[in-house]
């Protein structure tokens, strides 16, 4: 297959990318992203990801594809198995027909991930672009180098329990539309954008989710050893493979400033470089945490709330400017 | 954050890969960047990853000294813990919690206990026995 693998920051984003791009439908990661509407902020104590609540920076897994494909008109075809046998024969088909398939793994189960980062984490996307020998080639979005893996590895990475169970989830692209109208679109995604950031019903999401982990960081309780933990939970949450919260910001900064130059608008290209501003808030926020939990003094909870604050403030604003944009 | 900016620390955790971020050039335009690690995630990482070790150990402990079944050990040798594993198997928490007793594990069926082999990805041999080493 003549195919084209693409390193991408984020696993849901890069797939699709690199999907739409092998269909003909040239479409960048960031923009994908962008018009997904996938950046999001959320603080979800009763989901425990080791224990500790989960904090997500982007919509939920598979909302990207979805959204990005119910927005641009794209057919896709979404499968999910009960056997593992019958998950890896339509697997084995559809690669023997040529198509690219896109799979749901879970990354413990992943022999070429670092043992380091093999955490279990049950959302990971990939591509299968062949079969050769018996082992199936693959194109790992978040890999500078393509991979392959034996069948029966890649059989158990999609059948995992738990939560965000992949089930053999599998899917394909049947068409893709040939016309686009980004204008009418990016202003669509954007606005839903808007709605995710700052008009959620619930304190825990959006610019709100993010002065609520403030406060919840302020009136931490228990042992420094139970603090160190949570707070460097935070920061894996941010940053680890498939995460990334400030890389998301970028991601996101990116999407406004190719919206910009298509649109040739001035206001998204402003609106760019203040997002870009609130990654690097972000990315301070990371490094004052790991200070903090390095040093032996007890930790300044105050002082990394206020961070915090700074941020949300910081992303309220760049919503507000992007409000003004959407409206006129 | 500018491409001169993006982290370049060799972190061990990327085990020699590297990650995709985004960043501005000098003019201001956007593009991927190659990040070969960046220490302050790497902290992060080595921390948790510390973490499971230290529980790995203790629990190694536990089951030498007999008061725990190695189930017990090889849960945490895996990175996880009873939530997690209960939902793995499909089997309900009080049940697993009663599998780290000694004498409940030793009379356990082979279905169940292939289920917990398959959800750590050992064999069912390996499961009953604890590594000589403490790890």
């Known amino acids: 297959m003549n195919f084209q693998h693409r390193q991408s920051a984020h696993c849901e984003s890069g797939v699709i990318s690199s999907l739409l791009s092998h269909q003909g439908l040239s479409i960048s990661e960031p923009m994908a992203f962008g018009l997904a509407n996938a950046l999001a902020f959320a603080y979800i104590p009763i989901v425990k990801i080791g224990g500790q609540p989960l904090v997500a920076y982007r919509l939920p897994p598979r909302a990207i594809i979805k959204g990005l494909c119910k927005r641009l008109g794209v057919g896709v075809k979404f499968h999910t ?61 978040v890999f500078e180098e393509l ?6 590895d890649l059989n158990k990475a999609r059948f995992v329990r738990g939560p965000l169970a992949p089930k053999g989830l599998m899917y394909t692209i049947d068409s893709v ?25 619930l304190p825990v999401i959006g610019v709100r989710g993010i002065r609520h982990m403030a406060k919840k960081i ?49 206001a998204l290209a402003e609106a760019s470089q203040a997002m870009t501003d609130v990654g690097d808030l972000w990315r301070e926020f990371a490094v004052a945490v790991v200070k903090e939990c390095k040093s032996d003094r007890p930790i300044d909870r105050a002082g990394l709330a206020e961070r915090l604050r700074v941020s949300a403030a910081a992303e309220a604003g760049v919503w507000d400017q992007l409000k003004r944009w959407h409206r006129g | 954050m500018r491409t001169d900016q993006v982290p370049q620390d060799k972190s061990t955790t990327y085990a020699g890969h590297k990650k995709l971020l985004y960043a501005q050039d000098e003019s201001g335009r956007y593009c991927g960047v190659q ?25 190694w402990q536990e089951v030498h000294a007999g008061r725990k079944s190695p189930l017990y050990f090889h849960m945490h040798h895996c990175r996880m813990d009873l939530v997690l594993l209960s939902q793995l198997t499909g ?34 041999a390996q499961l009953t026995q604890l590594p000589e080493q403490r790890p």
């Open chain 1, 177 to 201: 539309p040939s016309e686009i109208d980004y204008p009418r679109l990016i202003r669509q995604a954007i606005g839903k954008n808007m709605k995710v950031m700052t008009g959620a019903p």
């Open chain 2, 35 to 59: 990040s070969s690690g960046w220490a302050v995630e790497a902290a992060a990482t080595l921390d948790a990853v510390a973490l499971y070790r230290e529980r790995a150990r203790q629990a």
């Open chain 1, 147 to 152: 991979m392959e893996i034996a069948p029966r």
């Open chain 1, 218 to 266: 302020e009136h931490l309780r228990g042992s420094e050893q139970d603090k160190r933990l949570y707070l460097g939970h935070i920061v894996r949450m941010q940053e680890e493979i498939g995460t990334g919260g400030a890389g998301f910001r970028f991601v996101y900064a990116s999407f406004l400033q190719e919206a910009a130059q298509m649109l040739n608008d001035n």
């Open chain 1, 81 to 141: 198995f009960k056997s593992p046998m019958d998950a890896a024969e339509a697997l084995d088909d559809c690669v023997a027909r040529g198509q690219l398939v896109g799979l749901q793994t879970s990354v413990y189960y992943l022999p070429y991930f670092p043992e380091q980062m093999r955490f279990h984490f049950n959302a990971h996307n990939l591509l299968v672009y062949g079969k050769r020998d018996g082992v199936y080639q693959i194109s790992d979005p």
């Open chain 2, 91 to 124: 089997l309900w928490r009080w049940r697993v919690k009663r599998h780290f007793a000694p004498r409940v594990f030793a009379r356990l069926s082979p279905a169940i206990l292939a289920r917990y082999a398959q959800a750590m990805d050992v064999s069912p």
